[in-house]
């Protein structure tokens, strides 16, 4: 497919304002020879709070009306899960090219579904930004340069009090986004999908071995606990062990990341990378805010990059899919039912 708007700005509509898009319109407002056009939300004083907030002109309610008000290139579409699919292909059938929040779809079987009937018609990216991570990119690259030698093994632990309810205040999570209490895939499908796709970047194809889900959180429908086992090429193992409702831990998720090779062991813990019994010199520090922005910028820089060059997207749909297959695995390993 050839590269969009070469000559001209990139026109973007912006299709969701709740908490997240924040992230998102702070990462479009940094590119240049981009013009957010529009933004739409069913709810309109949202929708208009963003637009006064990021200097879009162009506010609506309904997403098909503002795709008929305006000639876009493109749209960033930041809305909940159930409406992925049905704005992606009304985008599609349009010739708008597409970023989706993650995850694409609530299962497998309609990713596919909506993947085989964009098909090659536009460019059709997930927005999975935790691989742009500056610590997880600086990790890929110390393995690349060989420092932990053959890797054999890994464990992520992720903790966070975010769906803690503690002396009658709502948890952290739920207070952003309400409607997670009534998701009834919660941990794995909605938080840990973002470190099953940052372990397929740095070990390679896994399959799932094991899983094992719990809810700690009574007035959840769904996970807040998870064990998950994972083998790789040649013997490789990992276990992403993750807990949204722990004591004493910060409201956001934080990890701790341990690679072990055959020449050391590489530590990615919080905010601070280091090489097991290497020189304090050599330890990195991270400023996690800072972080959180810079994934959500880059991901939406890869995406008009993409679409400026036609160089393929780090997130594309069909690489997505692979991390979607994964998630999808850790619950039939559960015995979860996926419907």
């Known amino acids: 497919m050839p590269p969009v708007a070469v000559d001209r700005p990139l026109r973007v509509g912006i299709a969701g304002a709740g908490a997240i898009s924040q992230f998102h319109l702070v990462g479009w407002r940094a590119l240049p020879d981009v013009e957010l056009v529009a933004i739409c939300d069913p709810d309109i004083s ?13 506010v609506y309610t309904d997403f098909t009306d503002m795709l008929d008000h305006h ?32 995850p694409l779809c609530a299962t497998v079987a309609e990713a596919r579904a909506l993947i085989d009937d964009v098909g090659d018609r536009v460019r059709f990216m997930v927005h999975e930004n935790y691989r742009h991570r500056p610590h997880y990119a600086m990790v890929r690259a110390r393995l690349q340069a060989g420092v932990v030698g053959s890797v054999k093994q890994a464990r992520m632990v992720v903790r966070s009090s975010s769906c803690l309810t503690a002396d009658g205040s709502e948890p952290a999570l739920l207070k ?26 740095l070990f390679g194809p896994l399959k799932v071995e094991s899983a094992r889900l719990s809810r700690i959180n009574p007035e959840l429908a769904g996970e807040d606990a998870a064990v998950i086992v994972f083998s790789g090429r040649d013997g490789f193992t990992a276990v992403v062990d993750g807990n949204i409702s722990a004591p004493g831990c910060p409201p956001m998720p934080t990890d ?38 810079v994934c959500f910028s880059e991901a939406v820089r890869d995406f008009t990059t993409g679409l400026r060059t ?17 998630m999808e695995a850790c619950y039939r390993a559960a015995g979860v039912e996926i419907r």
């Open 46 to 58: 949202r929708a208009r709070a963003r637009a006064e907030a990021f200097a879009i002109p162009n």
């Open 71 to 102: 000639d876009l290139d493109a749209v960033d579409i930041i809305t909940p899960v159930g409406t992925h699919a049905p704005l992606t292909r009304i985008a599609a059938d349009r010739g708008i090219h597409v970023c989706s929040q993650k």
């Open 176 to 201: 952003r986004q309400p409607y997670l209490r009534s998701f009834p895939r919660l941990l794995v499908f909605e938080v840990l999908i973002h470190q099953i796709d940052v372990m397929r970047v």
């Open 256 to 293: 701790r990341l341990e690679v072990m090779g055959t020449l050391g062991t590489l530590v990615y813990d919080r905010d601070r990378l280091y090489l097991e019994g290497g020189r304090p010199e050599d330890t990195v520090t991270f400023d996690l805010a800072k972080n959180y922005q």
């Open 310 to 326: 036609g160089q393929p997207f780090q997130t594309d749909r069909l690489d997505n899919i692979q991390t979607l297959e994964l």
